[in-house]
Structure formats: structure tokens, C-alpha cells
């Protein structure tokens, strides 16, 4: 059965136990005593994981990094496709474990 609360015709969802009940209860920021203030609620605290600052600060790293060298890239290409590119394979080795050092391990 829908009830039709807001005068919408359509389901207006779980209602909460106060609206269920009928009775009208005053809110906790609310006021019972005239004259009194009310109290604001208290600011929401966020903190980030050390792996959530891990993740930003190697964001911050890759944002920082230079764009893509199209004439270079293009230069590798052609050599490539010549046979004439040569991987030297220590500085490989070397580009791999520096990786790691990035990641932080």
C-alpha cells in the first residue's frame, strides 16, 4: 500500500520512527526553553590514510611530469621500425629499480 504523504501520489520512502509514530518531537538543535540558544553542531574531521597521502602525493608527481615529447617519440618510432634502436640493458635494469623507489617500497 502507497501512502501518499506530500500530497505527490507517489512513495515517499522509509519514513523515519518519528514520522511513523504521528508525534511531533522537537529536534535535537532545537530549543524546549524559550529564551535559550541553540548549540551548532560540531564541524565533521576528516583524515586521510597514509596510503590515501601515499596515492596524493604520487598524483602530485605524475601531474608534475612534462607532456608527451611528440618529436621524440616519433624519432623512437622511425627507429624502431628501422631496427636501428638499441636498449642498453643495464639502464633498463637501472629505469626499473628506480621505479620501485617511486612507489615507495
Not at 501512502?3 to 523515519?16: E, H, M, V, W
Request: net charge negative; proline share 5%.
Amino acid at each position: 500500500m502507497v501512502r501518499d504523504i506530500n500530497g505527490l501520489g507517489g512513495f515517499s520512502g522509509p519514513q523515519a520512527k518519528t514520522e511513523q509514530s504521528g508525534k511531533n518531537t522537537a529536534k535535537p538543535t532545537e530549543s524546549s526553553t524559550p529564551g535559550s540558544e541553540s548549540v551548532a553542531p560540531a564541524a565533521d574531521d576528516v583524515q586521510l590514510s597514509s596510503e590515501a597521502k601515499s596515492l596524493q602525493s604520487l598524483a602530485d608527481k605524475v601531474n608534475s611530469l612534462p607532456e608527451v615529447n611528440i618529436e621524440r617519440a616519433e624519432k623512437i618510432k622511425a627507429m624502431l621500425e628501422r631496427g636501428e634502436y638499441q636498449v642498453d640493458d643495464l639502464v633498463l635494469a637501472d629505469k626499473i629499480l628506480s621505479s620501485d623507489a617511486l612507489f615507495g617500497k
